[in-house]
């Protein structure tokens, strides 16, 4: 059983910058980001291979967030810019335990969840 936890949430006024972090107590295959707001369905963010650094991201983030990896610390990052009040939601870490090319913005391709850490983007 792999544990994950995030941290780094918080609240800023949009147009601000916050970096999440996950630690996972094992590497696995691939990570992935997701968050959900209220009301809505959960949405693949961004996700990155353990090997190789292979990074997928949503369309709604693209150039704006930034995953990345740091193997010995068994940490992947979700470094977030130019954050909007759509972003408002609470964002989940997950684990893959294979990597499948087109496919890892499927929350069913993640085995392992975190608990969420809250993001608040204000106007």
């Known amino acids: 059983q792999v544990q994950l936890g995030e941290s780094g949430g918080g609240s800023v006024q949009a147009g601000g910058s916050l970096r999440l972090s996950c630690v996972a107590s094992?590497?696995?295959?691939?990570m992935g980001w997701f968050r959900q707001a209220p009301g809505k369905e959960r949405e693949f963010v961004a996700s990155?291979?353990?090997?190789?650094?292979?990074?997928y991201y949503g369309d709604s983030v693209k150039g704006r967030f930034t995953i990345s990896r740091d193997n010995a610390k068994k940490t992947v990052y979700l470094q977030m810019n130019s954050l909007k009040p759509e972003d408002t939601a609470v964002y989940y870490c997950?684990?893959?335990?294979?990597?499948?090319?087109?496919?890892?913005?499927?929350?069913?391709?993640?085995?392992?969840w975190g608990q969420g850490t809250q993001v608040t983007a204000s106007s």
């Open positions: 094992e590497r696995t295959v691939a």
């Open positions: 990155i291979t353990w090997s190789g650094g292979i990074t």
């Open positions: 997950a684990a893959a335990n294979s990597y499948q090319y087109g496919r890892m913005q499927r929350d069913d391709m993640y085995a392992y």
